[in-house]
């Protein structure tokens, strides 16, 4: 399967047929019964085995509440957004991290770890906030400690964001961020 929303779509057309009504822009019912018992076939087996999926999710004109994708929301630990704005910008990998979630990272990371990722989450938030007065050359700096701070630690996140070819170790990663974010404090 390389799309769960064409899988979606799919059982959508196979419900229509059947009689079955459709709700949620279109779906049917059977769609939204059938996505959680996907997505529960995925993980760890008592036995030792387990199953890893990346399922990936079209949402038409970036509409992210579109039914498919807030129904996976909703099951799912977490997802990753891509973000057409940066991959034309040429950031790639083009993830929005404001858009993207985990609710495993309190289990996967450290104090640390989770008090530099939050910190760059809100400097990024901070950014995204101001970004159009910004561009237009609205904002004066002095007029809002946490924009001009923030605006300190856009190239550098930036370029944290950017990954390298072959990546880098997640102990690297961690250092090169907290790099990053003490920028704002010079």
Partial sequence: MDSITRMA????EVGLAAGEPATARGYTPSVFAELPQICERCG???????VTALMTVLVEGDDLNEPVADSLRSILDGHIVLSRELAE???????????SA?????????????LLAGAAVRQLAVLQR?????????YQAGSNPAL???LRLDAGLRAWLQQAVGGV??????RDLGAALAASVK
Avoid: F, K
């Fill in 9 to 12: 779509m799919a059982r959508r």
């Fill in 44 to 50: 760890t087996s008592p036995s030792g085995g387990s």
């Fill in 89 to 99: 910008q040429g950031h790639y990998p083009a993830i929005d991290p404001l858009r």
């Fill in 102 to 114: 985990s609710r495993l990272l309190p289990e996967v990371a450290d104090d640390a770890e989770r």
């Fill in 130 to 138: 101001n970004r159009q007065m910004v561009d237009i050359g609205a």
């Fill in 148 to 150: 001009d701070a923030a």
């Fill in 169 to 174: 170790s997640r102990s690297d990663a961690m």
